[in-house]
Nanobody
């Protein structure tokens, strides 16, 4: 049974930083691309970042490019999201998920249906 558990969320002032972690179990972690998504109250879930199985390619939403960095440690079965220069509009529940296919199809990298086994999420709140 695949399980993804996020941690690292919290309350931070605008301009601050947080590092989210997503620990995976029940799968051969290094075989899968991983993605981070977020969902704010009253809004649909949106893509944040994704990384291929070996970390060789990363993808970012335009809204976070230059501020967020996704990385992974396959030895630890963990994917990270370093978030710098946080803004109030980054407030959301952040969830990780694994790619359905194993690899990440570049033109579908931001699509929800390309991912599965969603974690419960971790709350990030940025105050102004």
């Amino acid at each position: 049974q695949v399980q993804l558990v996020e941690s690292g969320g919290g309350l931070v002032q605008a301009g601050g930083s947080l590092r989210l972690s997503c620990a995976a179990s029940g799968l051969i972690f290094g075989n899968y691309g991983m993605g981070w998504f977020r969902q704010a109250p009253g809004k649909e879930r949106e893509f944040v970042a994704a990384i291929t199985w070996n970390g060789g390619t990363t993808y970012y939403a335009d809204s976070v490019k230059g501020r967020f960095t996704i990385s992974r440690d396959n030895a630890r079965n963990t994917v990270y999201l370093q978030m710098n220069n946080l803004k109030p509009e980054d407030t959301a529940v952040y969830s990780c998920a694994r790619s359905v296919r194993g690899g990440i199809v570049p033109k579908y990298h931001s699509d929800n249906w390309e991912y599965t086994d969603w974690g419960q999420g971790t709350q990030v709140t940025v105050s102004s």
